[in-house]
């Protein structure tokens, strides 16, 4: 009768200590994983962005594109960031941007902006928002510049200043035409070029 009472008490202890024990496991497991689990209303917001992100495109970061134009002349596009777009593909939306063109007589084009959308089909580019070009110790400025590959153009527009050793000029738009290497200056507002140019 003894025996037997003591055979109980070590099943009720030996019963009472496992369950202490897998109660304390899976405690300090609770508290292990309560900064590793993401709240519910984060998990909506990351399935909402995700949802946007598969209608809208992909996001990409320090892209860079390179290749041959039409006429030959090496270019390395390069961003910070790019988007992509479903419903046109062959558009890619970019921030800070950054453009080498390396024409065949040996001069480099380097052209930076805000933005720009580039056509990886045409391989065309739109610059937007505060435009710096640089060529053969030139400096120009502008709010837009349109490069066409298919056309075989540089078309520079709105706010144009050019600045180098020979003096400065602001236009409304400068026109490029790379194939018969020729360049329009014009001026919408009153048809006038302003140029202060060294001549010495």
């Known amino acids: 009768m ?29 508290k292990n994983f ?38 030959g002349n090496r270019y390395i596009l390069k961003s910070k960031e790019a988007k992509s777009n479903k419903s046109q593909p062959e558009l890619v939306f970019m921030k800070t941007v950054n453009a080498f063109f390396y024409f065949k007589d040996g001069t480099i084009l380097e052209v930076r902006s805000d933005k720009a959308i580039y056509n990886n089909k045409s391989l065309d580019l739109n610059f937007n928002n505060n435009v710096k070009a640089f060529y053969e110790g030139s400096t120009m400025t502008a709010e837009k510049a349109e490069y066409s590959n298919s056309n075989s153009y540089l ?4 706010k144009v ?5 020979r003096g400065k000029m602001f236009a409304d738009n400068l026109f490029f035409d790379l194939k018969k290497n020729t360049l329009d200056i014009g001026s919408f507002n009153n048809n006038r070029v302003n140029a202060n140019i060294n001549l010495k």
């Open 34 to 71: 309560k900064g590793n689990i993401i709240s519910k209303e984060k998990q909506e917001e990351i399935k909402k962005n995700q949802a946007n992100g598969n209608q809208k495109g992909n996001v990409f970061f320090d892209v860079s594109y390179s290749g041959l134009d039409l006429s």
């Open 155 to 158: 078309s520079i527009s709105e």
């Open 2 to 30: 003894n025996r037997k009472k003591k055979l109980k008490l070590i099943q009720i202890s030996l019963l009472i200590l496992g369950s202490l024990i897998i109660f304390f496991t899976y405690l300090q497991k609770d």
């Open 161 to 165: 200043i050019v600045k180098d050793i």
